[in-house]
C-alpha cells in the first residue's frame, strides 16, 4: 500500500477482502485509489488486478483498459450533460438547529438504500446540502417549544408559519436522519415514514402511539415543506448497477457506491476498544473485535436497516438503555445470530469441570460459571514476572495501588490490567477465560438494598463525599481523601447531590496518586461459596469495562485507573464457562 496525501470520498470493498480508497473516477485516481488499496492478509492483489477489479466493482465492464478509452469518456459526457464541473462533499452541512449536520455519517446509509434498497431507485434525496439553514436557526429566540404536535392543531400551509410550527416541534425530528425511511427521499409518490424510535418492553401501547403518532406529524410536516425546495435536494443520477451520481448546486457533484465503506478496515491486529496490545487481549475482547471485522467484510448488508431493526429486537426482547445498554455491535451481533448469518467462535474452549482455584456457582438461569476468587497481588506479580507486561503498561501507579499490601491481598488492577492478565490465565489454562457480566455479579451479590439498587442509576455518588449512611470503608489511604466537615463545609450534600462545595481533598500532582493499603481485616462476606469484600471503596470489573460493588455499579470513567481519582479501590475475579454439551 503507498499512503496517500488526501483523503479519499469512502472505501470500496474488493472481493477477497481487500479495501480501497476511493479518490475520484478519473483513471489517474483510479490508479491513485489502487496504489493506496488495504490489502487482505494472504490474498495477493498485484497492480494491474487491483485495477481491474476496482473497475469491475464499480459496474463497468471489462478491464481498466476499456475504462480509460470507453468509459471514462461516458462518465465525461455524462458531468458534461448535467452541468457538473467539479466534486464537492454534498453530505457536509453546517451544524444547525435540526442536527442535519450528522447527515455526513450517512454516506453509506444512503449507498446501502439505493444499491440494496426496494427498486426503482429514488430520484433525489435531501441530504440538507445549500439549504437555508440560518432561516432555521434564527428562530432560536422567537420560537418556544411546544407541546405535542398531535394536539397542536394543523399544521399551517403558509411555508414561514409551517417553519415556525416545524421549529416548536423539532425535537421530534431529531434522530430521523436515515434511510432506511422515506421521509428524506424523492421517490416520485409518497412514501414510508418509519421512526427510528425504540421502546422498552414494559412502555404501554397508549404511549408508544403518542410517542410515535407526534413524529408522524412533524416528519410529514418537514416532508411537506422541503417539497416547496429547491435547495437541500440532490438529484441522483445513475452511472452503473453500483454506481451513482449526486449532483448538487453550482455544478458541484458527488458519488455513492455498492459495497461502500466509511472507514478503512480495522486493524485484526488491535482492539480499538480498549487500546490493548494484541498480547493483553483476552478472547472475549478479540470476538466483539472479529464480528466488527467480520461486519465490515460482508457484503449485502443494508447496514443502517439492520442496526434499526437490531435496536427493535433488543428492546423486544426486554433489553436494557442506560449504563446497562451492551452496545451497538453486541446487539447487531445478536440480530444477526438469530437470523443464523452469523456465530461467534471463542477461542479457547469452555471447560467441562472446575480448574483449580475456581468454584462451581449454579446461576438462577440454570447456567454453570467456575468462578474465581479476587486475584491477589501475588498472583498478579507471578503474571508480571512471567511477561513483560509492565514494561508496556499505560495507567496510574500500580505500585500506589498495591505495593503496601501483603501478597495475600486483593490486587488493586486498571482494567487494562484485568484483561491482560485474563489473556495470560486463558493461555495457561488453554480455556476461555472472562469476567462476571454486571447480571451475573448481581445474581451472585445482590444489592444492599433496593436504596442502593436505585442510587446506582446515577453517578458515582460518592467521588466527593464520604457516603452519608456511614457504610464500612475497606481502603486506607497514605493521604486523607475527604476534608472534614465545617461551618463552610457541610457534611453531606444537598438532596440534589449537586452541591456547590465538596469534601473531596485536593492532592498536588507530585503525590497523587496516594498509596491504597487494604484495612485488616477486610470485611468480608460470602455468596454462592465466594467472598467478596462488602464494603463501600470495593469494586470489581465486569466483562464490559463497568464496575459492580456491595452498594454501587457503573462506570468509572476510565479504563486506566485502578479507582483512584473516584476514592475506591477495584479488583477483579475470573469466570469460565462450563460447557454443558
Not at 249 to 263: A, E, F, K
Not at 375 to 387: I, K, N, Q, S
Not at 539 to 549: K, L, M, N
Amino acid at each position: 500500500m503507498v499512503q496517500s496525501t488526501r483523503s479519499p470520498i469512502s472505501w470500496l470493498l474488493l472481493r477477497d477482502g481487500h479495501a480501497v480508497p476511493i479518490f475520484g473516477l478519473s483513471p489517474e485516481e483510479l490508479k491513485e485509489s489502487c496504489r493506496a488499496t488495504i490489502k487482505h492478509a494472504g490474498c495477493e492483489l498485484k497492480h494491474t488486478s487491483g485495477l481491474n477489479a476496482i473497475v469491475h466493482c464499480l459496474g463497468f465492464d471489462g478491464d481498466f483498459g476499456d475504462y480509460k478509452t470507453r468509459h471514462w469518456k461516458r462518465v465525461r459526457h455524462t458531468l458534461a450533460e448535467h452541468g457538473l464541473r467539479e466534486y464537492g462533499n454534498l453530505f457536509k452541512v453546517p451544524t444547525n438547529d435540526l442536527t442535519f449536520q450528522g447527515m455526513e455519517r450517512q454516506r453509506r446509509s444512503l449507498a446501502d438504500r439505493l444499491f440494496l434498497g426496494p427498486k426503482p431507485m429514488p430520484r433525489r434525496v435531501f441530504t440538507g446540502y445549500g439549504h437555508d439553514w440560518e432561516a432555521w436557526d434564527k428562530l432560536f429566540s422567537e420560537v418556544g417549544p411546544g407541546g405535542d404536535a398531535a394536539n397542536s392543531g394543523p399544521v399551517p400551509t403558509e411555508p414561514e408559519a409551517a417553519r415556525k410550527w416545524i421549529y416548536r416541534h423539532r425535537t421530534d425530528l431529531y434522530g430521523n436522519l436515515n434511510f432506511f425511511s422515506d421521509h428524506l427521499l424523492d421517490l416520485g409518490e409518497p412514501g414510508k415514514f418509519e421512526a427510528a424510535t425504540y421502546f422498552l418492553k414494559d412502555v404501554s401501547e397508549a404511549e408508544r402511539r403518542r410517542v410515535l403518532a407526534n413524529k408522524r406529524i412533524v416528519v410529514e410536516a418537514f416532508r411537506q415543506f422541503i417539497d416547496q425546495q429547491q435547495d437541500g435536494w440532490l438529484e441522483i443520477i445513475p452511472l452503473t448497477d453500483n454506481l451513482a451520481l449526486l449532483k448538487g448546486p453550482d455544478g458541484t457533484y458527488d458519488l455513492v457506491w455498492r459495497n461502500l465503506r466509511m472507514s478503512p478496515p480495522p486493524s485484526i491486529g488491535y482492539s480499538g476498544r480498549f487500546m490493548l496490545d494484541p498480547r493483553d487481549t483476552p478472547g472475549f475482547v478479540w470476538a466483539e473485535q472479529d464480528f466488527t471485522t467480520w461486519n465490515y467484510f460482508r457484503k449485502g448488508g443494508w447496514d443502517e436497516k439492520e442496526r434499526h431493526e437490531a435496536e427493535q429486537f433488543h428492546y423486544a426482547q426486554g433489553g436494557k438503555a442506560g449504563e446497562d445498554y451492551p452496545g451497538e455491535e453486541v446487539i447487531l451481533e445478536r440480530l444477526l445470530q438469530s437470523r443464523g448469518m452469523c456465530i461467534s467462535k471463542p477461542r479457547f474452549p469452555k471447560a467441562t469441570v472446575a480448574p483449580n482455584g475456581f468454584r462451581e456457582v449454579n446461576l438462577p438461569d440454570n447456567r454453570v460459571l467456575f468462578v474465581s476468587e479476587m486475584v491477589t497481588v501475588g498472583e498478579f506479580r507471578r503474571f508480571a514476572e512471567a511477561t513483560d507486561y509492565m514494561e508496556r503498561r499505560e495507567g496510574e501507579s500500580w505500585s500506589a495501588a498495591n505495593d503496601s499490601n501483603p501478597d495475600s491481598s486483593p490486587v488493586g488492577a486498571t482494567f487494562s490490567d484485568a484483561l491482560a492478565y485474563c489473556a495470560w490465565k486463558e493461555k495457561e489454562l488453554g480455556i476461555a477465560v472472562r469476567f462476571l457480566t454486571i447480571d451475573e455479579h448481581r445474581m451472585i451479590r445482590p444489592f444492599a438494598s433496593e436504596h442502593y439498587e436505585r442510587l446506582a442509576q446515577g453517578d458515582f455518588p460518592w467521588e466527593n463525599w464520604p457516603p452519608r449512611e456511614r457504610l464500612e470503608a475497606s481502603v486506607i489511604w497514605s493521604e486523607p481523601r475527604f476534608l472534614e466537615p465545617g461551618p463552610d463545609l457541610p457534611e453531606f450534600p444537598p438532596d440534589t447531590g449537586r452541591g456547590t462545595k465538596s469534601r473531596k481533598r485536593w492532592i498536588e500532582s507530585e503525590n497523587y496518586p496516594p498509596s491504597a493499603l487494604w484495612r485488616e481485616p477486610l470485611p468480608w462476606i460470602e455468596y454462592s461459596g465466594l467472598p467478596f469484600i462488602d464494603a463501600w471503596d470495593a469494586y470489581e470489573w465486569c466483562v464490559d469495562g463497568r464496575v459492580a460493588g456491595r452498594y454501587w455499579q457503573g462506570t468509572m470513567g476510565d479504563t486506566k485507573s485502578w479507582g483512584e481519582y473516584k476514592n475506591v479501590k477495584i479488583g477483579f475475579r475470573l469466570v469460565i464457562e462450563a460447557d454443558n454439551s
